[in-house]
């Protein structure tokens, strides 16, 4: 055996390498057929345990730093962070796989692997340390002939497609009697070529759009601003001034949505005192010479709690000992109406804060680049909207359109169009800023909505309701694009329901495992 294994080195990295390499924007998106096979395979020859786990690191942390090496750019220590310790933290459901396996048998087992995965990522996509970027469902981003029915599943049923694709190549090679080889070849047809021919039925026949001469409008702004000196060397009104300009001059009297990127004015506003903020008057005499035009924007925002300690983890401390938080603030407008508000609730782990269980390092963390202080975070998604207005926008901020789930709850808040406001400039010319917009693709599907995306550097476009994207504006290029689109008003089975297959995944999860702990102590003590 061992020399068998020692011939076979070379399929040691492979899973990771496939990995990676069928991910956005690939070509080879075909490889997540049988990605998994190599591991599954060494898995079945493999007999120590520790030589197995550091097998799986291995092609784990292949994986995560050859698809997201560019957070590098961004913050070091959060790019280390992430990918060691998401490197880790997917060895666990493979290796209560192969615990399941060895104790309950090879059906079980590969059922264990689909359950363990599944709630493995619906944690992530949950706790405070969530870095859900390698779900295995985003991986079909770009191929969304082939997943139209994630208007129902989200994310969850690609990973499921994924996963019983493996199951299904895997089982070929074992040796098994020869009418169980002929029901596993039928089967392997039925698992790659169903969900095909459903998204084929599932498909809109085209993507609604009103053409009328009068028919609302949205107006998207691509302002490209340099994020990590020309944002902070430029005077904050003479980049307002300019992004009113650029706007001005594509604007028209059907035009009821404008979109600007996350933090489009850089400059740090009291949320008390919005109205008096001398660097909003620009934008709020803008506001009221288009009285119709709904404007969504990125801001900095802070609120101040004076004396008052909200006993909060993002909150901080003035000099005087007042009290405040700091926020990424997605912010809306209309004529003289209020400013609506609405506070970034997915940060990145490290780069916009550290989970509360982990604040004794914020002091370490500072020291080596990241920031002083979490932010503070709203409760719940919200929609941007007004009685006159046709588009109610929903303000997903940057690292918040990667979630699936979340995204509904601004479906089901009362959004009918998807609004993606982002800086991915931070990350510089790398595939980083590819993949996010890919993923946008993904929310357009499961729910049926348009989206328009503003990224400051790119990429801003459209992305139709079936997943096409349409004026897709290049990296590092000042621009405005404007369409028509129609705004959906009916919730698809997925934003009505959210996750609901993680949520009937877990616990099974969690009873098979518990079964087959109490199943091993028997046998021990039977023994």
Not at 348 to 355: D, I, N, Q, S
Not at 483 to 498: D, L
């Amino acid at each position: 055996m061992k020399s068998s294994l020692a011939n076979q080195v070379w399929l040691y990295p492979l899973t990771g390498i496939l990995l990676f390499a069928a991910w956005p924007n690939s070509s080879f998106t075909f490889l997540l057929l049988f990605a998994f096979v190599p591991l599954l395979w060494l898995e079945r020859r493999i007999i120590s345990d520790g030589r197995f786990f550091w097998l799986v690191w291995l092609n784990m942390f292949i994986w995560n730093i050859s698809t997201t090496w560019w957070i590098w750019n961004a913050s070091p220590p959060g790019a280390a962070g992430a990918i060691i310790a998401n490197s880790l933290l997917m060895c666990f459901p493979l290796m209560a796989f192969r615990f399941t396996r060895r104790h309950a048998g090879d059906a079980i087992g590969y059922l264990s692997l689909i359950l363990y995965w599944i709630t493995f990522e619906y944690i992530h996509h949950n706790w405070e340390l969530s870095w859900p970027w390698l779900t295995l469902g985003n991986a079909l981003a770009n191929a969304t002939t082939f997943i139209q029915w994630y208007e129902y599943t989200g994310t969850t049923g690609g990973t499921l497609w994924i996963l019983l694709l493996n199951m299904a190549v895997a089982y070929s090679l074992f040796k098994l009697p020869h009418y169980q080889k002929k029901l596993v070849f039928y089967l392997r047809l039925l698992v790659i070529f169903g969900p095909m021919m459903a998204s084929s039925l599932m498909k809109p026949n085209d993507d609604v759009e009103d053409n009328t001469p009068t028919a609302p409008n949205v107006v998207v702004a691509q302002p490209n601003v340099e994020p990590y000196t020309e944002k902070f060397t430029t005077p904050p009104g003479q980049l307002l001034q300019e992004l009113i300009d650029l706007s001005k001059a594509n604007i028209d009297s059907n035009t009821r949505l404008l979109v600007w990127p996350e933090t489009a004015i850089p400059a740090q506003a009291w949320e008390h005192k919005l109205h008096e903020e001398p660097l909003f008057q620009p934008l709020y005499a803008f506001a009221r010479q288009h009285p119709n035009l709904l404007i969504v924007t990125g801001i900095d925002s802070y609120k101040f709690y004076g004396n008052t300690n909200p006993d909060k983890f993002s909150a901080r401390q003035m000099s005087n000992g007042s009290y405040y938080e700091a926020f990424n603030t997605a912010m809306a407008l209309q004529g003289n109406t209020a400013p609506q508000l609405y506070h970034k609730s997915k940060l990145v782990p490290g780069v916009e804060g550290l989970p509360s269980w982990l604040g004794f390092m914020g002091k370490l963390f500072d020291d080596f680049g990241g920031i002083s202080g979490s932010l503070g975070k709203s409760d719940s998604a919200i929609a941007f909207g007004v009685s006159n207005n046709p588009y109610v926008a929903a303000p997903i901020i940057c690292y918040e359109s990667i979630y699936s789930n979340y995204v509904t709850d601004y479906v089901r808040a009362g959004a009918n169009v998807l609004t993606v406001v982002t800086n991915d400039g931070w990350w510089g010319n790398t595939p980083g800023y590819k993949q996010h917009m890919s993923m946008s693709r993904l929310r357009a599907i499961e729910n049926r909505m348009w989206v328009a995306r503003s990224a400051n550097t790119g990429i801003s476009c459209f992305i139709s309701p079936s997943g096409e994207v349409l004026e897709a504006q290049p990296w590092d290029k000042q621009a405005v694009i404007k369409r028509s689109i129609v705004p959906n008003n009916e919730a698809t089975f997925y934003a009505s329901h959210g996750d609901w297959m993680s949520r009937l995944a877990w616990p099974l999860a969690v009873a098979l495992f518990l079964w087959v702990c109490y199943k091993r102590w028997k046998n021990r003590h039977n023994h």
